[in-house]
């Protein structure tokens, strides 16, 4: 069965401070993808990851796939109030981009 | 730049109802999908579409089907529509390989 599991699901933390999520997922996959969703909206494209080893950041998010241990980080650096919202990993699945999403970290920055 | 367009942001029908949701993209991909997002449960994909014609059945089709009779649309169909079937709806395309999905606004349907 395809699996991908996020973790933790809340997050509450404050601003300044770091933080990791935590990707895991069942398939061979060498690829990963991560993705924003901001409360009522539609899910925003942040990292796409395609080979083992790989990093990507983007201001205070820093994205890294090892596919080896079938895990992605997602990690954030002195949080800031504005990325607030919820994070998916989701693994695309040997390639057929049939994606299948983890459950969501909901992260929230707290002043 | 890149555009996934949902007919609809939010939409009431009646139970028993045919409810048709659709979905235009721009960028000329080949993969369409249609997942359905509801709280505790994320995102379950309902259908999805490797070519004109081409579907193929995700994790949760019943009670839905789908059409895609041109490359930039693909159509989910509620043939009856049921109070379960109240959610949100997100389209999204992708194209080849390393090229990851891109969704639409979503349609938060409501079935009363």
């Known amino acids: 069965e395809l699996k991908v599991e996020q973790n933790p699901l809340f997050l509450s933390m404050q601003e300044g401070k770091n933080y990791t999520i935590y990707c895991n997922y069942s398939?061979?996959?060498?690829?990963l993808y991560w993705y924003r969703q901001d409360p009522g909206k539609s899910l925003e494209s942040l990292f796409v990851?395609?080979?083992?080893?790989a990093v990507k950041q983007e201001g205070r998010l820093m994205a890294s796939l090892d596919t080896k241990a079938r895990l992605s980080t997602l990690h954030i650096t002195a949080a800031v109030h504005d990325l607030s919202a919820t994070y998916f990993c989701?693994?695309?699945?040997?390639?057929?981009?049939?994606?299948?999403f983890g459950t969501g970290t909901r992260l929230t920055i707290i002043p | 730049d890149v555009k996934v367009t949902q007919s609809s942001r939010y939409l009431v029908k009646r139970t028993g109802e045919k409810v048709f949701l659709e979905c235009v993209q721009d960028?000329?991909?080949?993969?369409m999908f249609w997942y359905r997002q509801d709280p505790g449960l994320g995102l379950r994909l309902i259908y999805f579409?490797?070519?004109?014609?081409?579907?193929e059945k995700g994790d949760i089709p019943e009670g839905y089907s789908v059409s895609r009779e041109k490359k930039e649309r693909f159509s989910l169909i509620l043939e009856s529509a049921s109070t379960n079937q109240t959610s949100m709806y997100l389209c999204?395309?992708?194209?080849?390989?390393?090229?990851?999905?891109?969704f639409g606004q979503g349609t938060r349907l409501t079935v009363v």
């Open positions: 398939t061979t996959s060498d690829r």
């Open positions: 579409s490797y070519d004109v014609k081409m579907k």
């Open positions: 989701a693994d695309p699945n040997f390639g057929n981009e049939k994606l299948t």
């Open positions: 999204a395309s992708g194209g080849t390989i390393n090229t990851e999905a891109f």
């Open positions: 990851l395609l080979s083992n080893g």
């Open positions: 960028m000329d991909h080949e993969n």
